[in-house]
């Protein structure tokens, strides 16, 4: 038996024996017999036993056990996380051993890190389970189990989901971007909504930030051509000339007003197609994901697409044009009536799903490789790392779908630009592709880039805040 288990428990725990061995422990960690145990004497204790834990494990096991916050742990506190962890040690144990023979084999890893979206080569479920058997029988039994995580506090496989979740944090102002995922139990304690929110929030700051070089990207995506070349900073000149500082955030009114229905509508459509699509209840794989993420995406999109139409429009429109968003609406319908609305449609929802593809794919690649290199203790990567897979993901998924967003934003201006002719996607490619090349459908990428790390910066900031406001633990 090793050390552990000697120390610990014996295969006939019964309430009192755990006590009497949460004494014992706490009586060996407790060095200075002050009645308490801080993060120095825990982690030397640990060691002293020969209890490998986790970069940063004690100060983890402390804090989230120290409930009268006096930065130790005392007896009470003590015993009461150990015996909360273990139950939950024990449900992830149970969750694994699918063939419940007490024991967890190497398909039973290989099977469980596939239903949370993992895919790992035998050789890495077998490094997997080496480091937790401790008897070399190539199984792991539930003393093994316990006694490899109990002071880690990276306790179950949900952690990898709870932080690689691919998220709606950031907001670089697509609309094109896969839903958040949420777990059972922020579903069932309603935290969903509350995430949600301070998404939304995050949203709106970010997205009046970088308005400016929103408006910058329209432009050029509509009037730049060979002939009529903008630069950025010629092109921010002409604007402030035209209408003042103020015109600089032309459009970004109802641009955060559409954040709020579409998250909405995106989450629950999602959930419903991730039921109808997921082979087994429960479990979804991550091209059920895909599926399921653009078709929330093209739902989404169907029901605020004239909030997009008139996006476009507010943006690009001249002083006194339209004196808001009403009056934009009346005179479109007036002068073009409801098909206006929709126009551009079809390349938008075709560039859901390159975005929504390469982001994923990409997104999913980044995770993989983070978690077969870096992940030692710990599947939390750290928000450098989530946050630079979540943007260069977002990057390669814009720079796919980008001359769509193109074709759709010339597509919604079309009717307010005098003289121009109405032209459907598949002309219109070929007449920039004729007049202007392959970049041509690429005008306005530069501020598009340009505005990516701050937006992301802003949404991140914001949200931290939102989560801590509105009471969301870490």
């Not at 078709?295 to 029901?303: D, I």
Request: with cysteine.
């Amino acid at each position: 038996k090793t050390i552990w288990t000697r120390l610990f428990f014996t295969d006939c725990q019964c309430a009192e024996d755990a006590s009497k061995t949460y004494e014992e422990l706490f009586a060996k960690l407790d060095t200075n017999k002050d009645g308490k145990v801080d993060v120095s004497e825990l982690r030397e204790g640990l060691a002293a036993m020969g209890i490998r834990t986790g970069k940063g494990a004690a100060q983890k096991i402390v804090s989230s056990g120290d409930q009268d916050k006096d930065d130790g742990l005392d007896f009470m506190e003590f015993s009461k996380y150990l015996k909360e962890h273990e139950k939950k040690l024990q449900l992830t144990f149970k969750s694994l051993d699918k063939n419940n023979d007490g024991k967890i084999d190497i398909m039973e890893i290989k099977q469980s890190l596939a239903d949370l979206g993992l895919d790992i080569s035998k050789e890495d479920a077998q490094k997997i389970l080496q480091s937790i058997d401790a008897d070399g029988t190539m199984t792991v039994d539930w003393n093994e189990w316990r006694e490899h995580f109990l002071f880690n506090p990276a306790t179950n496989l949900q952690e990898i989901i709870r932080y690689w979740k691919h998220s709606t944090v950031l907001d670089i102002g697509d609309s094109l971007t896969i839903p958040d995922e949420f777990t059972e139990e922020e579903k069932t304690t309603g935290l969903w909504w509350k995430q949600l929110s301070a998404g939304a929030m995050a949203g709106a700051v970010s997205r009046t930030g970088t308005a400016p070089l929103d408006r910058m990207k329209v432009f050029m995506q509509v009037h730049a051509s060979k002939s009529n070349k903008i630069s950025l900073v010629g092109g921010f000149k002409q604007m402030l000339k035209e209408g003042g500082p103020t015109s600089l955030w032309r459009g970004n009114g109802i641009n955060v007003l559409k954040i709020a229905p579409e998250t909405a509508i995106k989450f629950m459509a999602y959930e419903k197609y991730k039921k109808m699509l997921a082979s087994e209840p429960g479990k979804i794989r991550t091209h059920e994901r895909f599926m399921a993420g653009s078709l929330a995406g093209a739902t989404a999109q169907t029901a605020i697409y004239p909030m997009e139409v008139l996006k476009t429009r507010l943006t690009l429109r001249k002083t006194g044009q339209y004196s808001g968003m009403f009056d934009c609406t009346k005179k479109i319908l007036k002068n073009e009536g409801l098909k206006a609305f929709y126009k551009g449609y079809v390349p938008n929802i075709l560039g859901i799903i390159p975005y929504a593809g390469i982001d994923l794919a990409v997104y999913e690649s980044l995770k993989n490789l983070w978690l077969s290199h870096y992940a030692k203790d710990t599947a939390n990567p750290g928000v450098l790392v989530l946050l630079g897979c979540g943007t260069i993901s977002s990057t390669c998924g814009q720079l796919a779908s980008y001359p769509l967003a193109l074709i759709r934003t010339r597509m919604q201006a079309q009717a307010s630009l005098e003289g121009s002719e109405q032209l459907p996607m598949n002309l219109m490619v070929k007449k920039i592709l004729e007049k202007e090349g392959f970049f041509g459908l690429y005008r306005g990428i530069l501020p598009n880039f340009m505005k990516v790390l701050p937006a992301v910066s802003i949404s991140y900031v914001v949200y931290e805040y939102m989560r801590s406001g509105l009471g969301i633990q870490k």
